[in-house]
């Protein structure tokens, strides 16, 4: 069992819909962070999470700790938004991220 | 503030030809890591370096790999002998301290194929 889960693998959606991707993980984090990776293209930070809930513009992501799961959600999605989105985690007392395998989104217009 | 440059962005080799990739990380940052992303795998931690030092590098294969983050110039990810399997893209990140859970900024990758 991979240390870090994401759910689901695949998601396509329609223009303005709004997107939740999932994220578990089994060990001890000091931080969660989401990763979007365009197609051919480089990796973008977009949140650094240790509590709470973070937004930026029509992303929010919400970390419990107590459960080791965070979600990353879209609002109004838009067919630019189409990528993958990695989940990765910070292990406990070390500088190294562990990540999950991505969510692939594809929002058709 | 440029971001973090990698070079080449594409590398074709033959087996049993050597491959360097370099990493410049972002201006005031002294940490570096590198990750492989195997075709159609999820991205794998390699090795975190800091100036003139490797500070882990337990996720390196035991062989043909090595990295350095020399006093001046990019960290290099160097391969000797490449084999096919080799074949994935090879991202590097910096951060500028040395806590865990900071952001790491990343490059835009280095993809390299072995024919």
């Known amino acids: 069992k991979n240390e870090v889960e994401q759910s689901p693998q695949n998601l396509t959606a329609q223009e303005g819909e709004f997107i939740t991707i999932n994220c578990s993980y089994s060990?001890?984090?000091?931080?969660l962070h989401w990763l979007q990776q365009h197609p051919g293209g480089g990796i973008v930070s977009l949140f650094m999470l240790s509590s709470g809930k973070k937004k930026h513009g029509r992303l929010i992501a919400t970390i419990n700790i107590q459960e080791k799961h965070s979600s990353l959600h879209i609002t109004a999605s838009h067919p630019r938004d189409s990528a993958v989105y990695i989940c990765?985690?910070?292990?406990?007392?070390?500088?190294?991220?562990?990540f999950g395998t991505g969510t692939r989104l594809q929002v058709f217009p | 503030n440029a971001g973090v440059m990698q070079n080449p962005r594409h590398l074709v080799r033959r087996r049993g030809q050597e491959a360097r990739l370099r990493c410049s990380p972002m201006k005031g940052h002294s940490h570096v890591y590198w990750y492989r992303q195997l075709p159609e795998e999820g991205l794998k931690f390699m090795v975190y370096l800091q100036k003139e030092n490797i500070i882990d590098e337990s996720g390196m294969p035991k062989e043909r790999f090595s990295a350095e983050f020399p006093k001046e110039g990019p960290s290099i990810l160097r391969i000797q002998q490449v084999v096919r399997g080799d074949s994935a893209a090879y991202f590097c990140?910096?951060?500028?301290?040395?806590?865990?859970?900071?952001?790491?900024?990343f490059g835009p990758g280095t993809r390299l194929l072995v024919l």
């Open positions: 060990v001890g984090i000091s931080a």
């Open positions: 990140a910096s951060s500028p301290l040395r806590s865990p859970g900071e952001t790491q900024y």
């Open positions: 990765a985690v910070s292990l406990y007392n070390t500088d190294k991220l562990i």
